[in-house]
């Protein structure tokens, strides 16, 4: 993933580059734990340095890559399921 960001970053530039990042990271922490407070935070930045920071503290995180339980998605999950249903 730290690959996929650098390249992004390396063929955009920076500032676009950190933009079409962020959708990727959703696409690669989709139904994992935390996911959706993850791409909210992560989604905030604007340097690709502090996206490469953020998104190697949610992987390196001991349960990160756990899948979100079924049916047990939490308030911040079921937000964002409403606001891409909704788009």
């Not at 962020?22 to 905030?44: D, E, T």
Request: hydrophobic share 45%.
């Amino acid at each position: 993933l730290l690959g996929h960001l650098a390249a992004l970053s390396a063929f955009y530039g920076e500032y676009r580059g950190v933009g079409m990042a962020g959708k990727h990271i959703s696409w690669y922490s989709k139904g994992l734990r935390a996911g959706a407070a993850s791409r909210h935070r992560v989604n905030q930045v604007e340097s690709w340095g502090a996206q490469v920071d953020m998104v190697s503290e949610f992987f390196d995180a001991e349960d990160a890559l756990m899948p979100r339980a079924q049916g047990c998605a939490g308030a911040a999950d079921r937000q964002t399921q409403a606001t891409e249903l909704a788009a």
